[in-house]
């Protein structure tokens, strides 16, 4: 009930398409739904959250979709760019310590 | 500008030694984490301590121990290192849950220790 399943594992985009990562959780306790990326030989870093109250945020090209009852959200990338190439994580909690998921890594070609 | 450091990018080490892995943060949060990254695994808590002295144990603590003596500095022991341990260490500190910002569950990460146990 802890986990936190993420899709797809890899996922290749041409320049100026749409990324789309989705993952899922189990516990409707979670109230806090963040992504955090991480570029090569760094550590990963948040780049937009949401809480359950919402159903979508937008921070420029990067939207965070909510839907509770299917208890699933995604993080849209418009217009990808190669300076996107990353790995994203989605992660859950309503504690102190992040669920994870298992990552994705996106490369975006020219 | 907000740091966690890693006291080494890459280490070596064999097969039963004592290994120390250091932390550091100026951030003066209360929460650090040590999680270990793998391919396929995402990021899996090995333990978590919410404030000096105190620890507590995340997913994946066989065969670590932790230390936390200062509030900015929190060290991760492998006792005698195995094969099994060759991973990426990912350090990160945040502020305690509580606080009245939406941002308390921010965590700020370091940049790894990428280490082999050969």
């Known amino acids: 009930q802890q986990q936190v399943k993420q899709s797809p594992q890899s996922l290749i985009v041409q320049k100026g398409g749409i990324s789309i990562i989705n993952c899922a959780y189990e516990?409707?306790?979670?109230?806090?739904f963040p992504w955090y990326q991480q570029f090569p030989g760094k550590g990963p870093a948040l780049l937009i959250a949401?809480?359950?109250?919402?159903s979508e945020k937008k921070e420029g090209r990067f939207t965070i979709s909510f839907n509770k009852s299917a208890k699933q959200f995604s993080l849209h990338i418009m217009d990808s760019q190669p300076g996107d190439s990353a790995t994203y994580f989605c992660?859950?909690?309503?504690?102190?310590?992040?669920?994870f998921g298992t990552g994705t890594r996106l490369q975006v070609f020219p | 500008d907000v740091k966690v450091t890693q006291s080494s990018r890459y280490l070596v080490k064999r097969t039963g030694e004592k290994v120390f892995l250091e932390c550091v943060q100026d951030?003066?949060?209360?929460?650090m984490f040590w999680y270990r990254q793998d391919p396929g695994l995402g990021l899996r808590l090995i333990y978590f301590?919410?404030?000096?002295?105190?620890?507590e144990k995340g997913d994946i603590p066989e065969g670590y121990s932790v230390s936390r003596e200062k509030k900015e500095r929190f060290s991760l022991i492998l006792e005698s290192a195995s094969t099994n341990q060759t991973s990426m260490y990912l350090c990160?500190?945040?502020?305690?849950?509580?606080?009245?910002?939406?941002?308390?569950?921010?965590?700020?990460f370091g940049p790894g220790t990428r280490l082999t146990v050969t």
């Open positions: 516990n409707t306790a979670f109230d806090y």
């Open positions: 949401i809480r359950p109250d919402v």
């Open positions: 990160a500190s945040s502020l305690a849950a509580g606080s009245a910002s939406f941002t308390v569950y921010e965590q700020y």
């Open positions: 951030m003066d949060h209360e929460n």
């Open positions: 301590s919410y404030d000096v002295k105190m620890k």
């Open positions: 992660a859950a909690t309503n504690t102190d310590k992040l669920i």
